[in-house]
């Protein structure tokens, strides 16, 4: 099927490595980011969240990072596997419960 | 989170004719959302959908390009009208559950 992200920037890791990938969002006022994985062919799938009362939080493997003075948001991937390759995009909430997407990230995992 | 389909899931369309796309939630849901992403780009909202109320849309697209249904909490439907090859993208439906929002697997659209 179609590509999604080709042409986006690009991280490529080794099978096993941890994975970061940044985020710089534009709303200070934004008070909920999310995390999507979407790989190809496929709807973004949710993979963690936090909101802007918090700096960390943790999920199985992945670790979302918030540094709301310089409004950045990173996701770390621990023990990056095949599976994992896919383009990630950060979505902030803009107050009306829409998000507001960030350009997108593609992760290569080579074997 | 919740189970949500849409149809049809592709579709190859000449310039000029309209297309209805749907999309269904398996539970009740107050807000659904309508989202394009055009080859290689990120996600851009077109209008959100709830029940009971008129669409409300996002700069840059308008109802009679882009008409919108919402006649219960379970289902909508997004029709691009008169298509030209630009409307070429993926169609997205998402919904919001407990404060995250969730997303059909989309509809890939070209359009000749």
């Known amino acids: 099927g179609e590509s999604v992200g080709l042409h986006l920037p690009t991280l490529s890791v080794q099978e096993g490595d941890n994975s970061i990938i940044n985020c710089a969002y534009s709303n200070s006022a934004s008070d909920y980011f999310i995390w999507y994985k979407q790989e190809s062919g496929k709807g973004p799938q949710f993979i963690i969240d936090i909101r802007s009362n918090m700096d960390k939080r943790q999920g199985q493997r992945v670790t979302v990072l918030l540094n709301k003075t310089v409004k950045h948001l990173s996701l770390q991937i621990a023990a990056t596997q095949p599976g994992d390759s896919a383009v990630y995009f950060c979505?902030?909430?803009?107050?009306?419960?829409?998000?507001?997407f960030g350009s997108g990230t593609r992760l290569q995992v080579q074997p | 989170s919740a189970v949500i389909s849409q149809k049809p899931s592709r579709d190859i369309c000449q310039r000029g004719t309209s297309l209805t796309i749907q999309c269904q939630v398996d539970s009740q849901v107050t807000m659904m959302f309508w989202y394009r992403q055009q080859p290689g780009q990120s996600l851009t909202l077109i209008a959100t959908?709830?029940?009971?109320?008129?669409?409300?849309?996002e700069s840059g697209f308008v109802i009679d390009k882009f008409p919108i249904s919402r006649p219960n909490l379970t289902f909508s439907t997004l029709t691009v009208s008169n298509m030209s090859p630009e409307d070429s993208s993926i169609y997205l439906c998402?919904?919001?559950?407990?404060?995250?929002?969730?997303f059909g697997p989309g509809t890939r659209l070209t359009v000749l």
């Open positions: 959908a709830n029940q009971g109320s008129e669409a409300t849309y």
């Open positions: 998402s919904v919001d559950i407990g404060g995250g929002q969730y």
């Open positions: 979505a902030e909430y803009t107050g009306r419960r829409a998000l507001t």
